[in-house]
């Protein structure tokens, strides 16, 4: 038995291979790929409410007063990319002079924020130390009369039933 060769013969096989539901227009698109970021959004920490916010960057800190001076000056605009778009070009034409005070404003609240942060980090190490070994004492702890209460149960259980046959 001899198979066809030629032309016509491997576009029947290519075509057979691609579903045609997946062509559009002449247009390939590529195989669809499993999605992988689903099982790393699973393992995901929550946030901690508690922690401290980030400081803002030069440029928001230069951001929250431009905010201000832009909605003065053009009270019908609202919308907010507008803003950030505007400020965004103002900064960039400023020279390093004019950011300067920014800049300092920006590291005075990121040395704030690195007290804080190393004061919470220090409260989280503390409580997570002692909360640790507690949490496991008392699993093992619940654990054990867990069963050592359903063992009872069960002993009970073949007493009643002891009790019942001897009354018949």
């Known amino acids: 038995m001899k198979t066809a060769k030629g ?10 291979l691609k579903p045609v539901d997946d062509r559009k ?14 099982s790393k959004k699973k393992t ?7 922690k401290p916010k980030r400081p803002p960057s030069a440029f928001f800190v230069f951001l929250e007063e431009f905010r201000k001076t832009f909605k003065a000056e053009n009270p019908n605009v ?22 300067a005070p920014y800049e300092a404003k920006a590291a ?16 989280q190490a503390s409580s997570a130390d002692d ?5 496991e ?16 149960e069960e002993e009970n259980d073949e007493e009643d039933e002891d009790d019942d046959d001897e009354g018949d």
């Open 78 to 99: 609202k919308a907010v990319s507008a803003v950030g778009k505007a400020g965004g070009e103002k900064w960039k034409s400023m020279t390093d002079a004019e950011k």
């Open 131 to 135: 909360g640790d070994d507690e949490s």
């Open 108 to 123: 005075k609240r990121k040395a704030e924020y690195e007290k804080v942060m190393n004061a919470y980090n220090k409260k």
């Open 137 to 152: 004492r008392s699993k093992s702890e619940v654990h054990d009369e867990d069963e050592e209460a359903s063992a009872e």
């Open 25 to 38: 227009a002449g247009k390939r698109k590529a195989a669809a790929k499993p999605d992988i970021r689903k």
């Open 7 to 16: 032309k016509g013969t491997a576009r029947t096989s290519r075509e057979s």
């Open 44 to 50: 995901k920490a929550t946030k901690d409410p508690n």
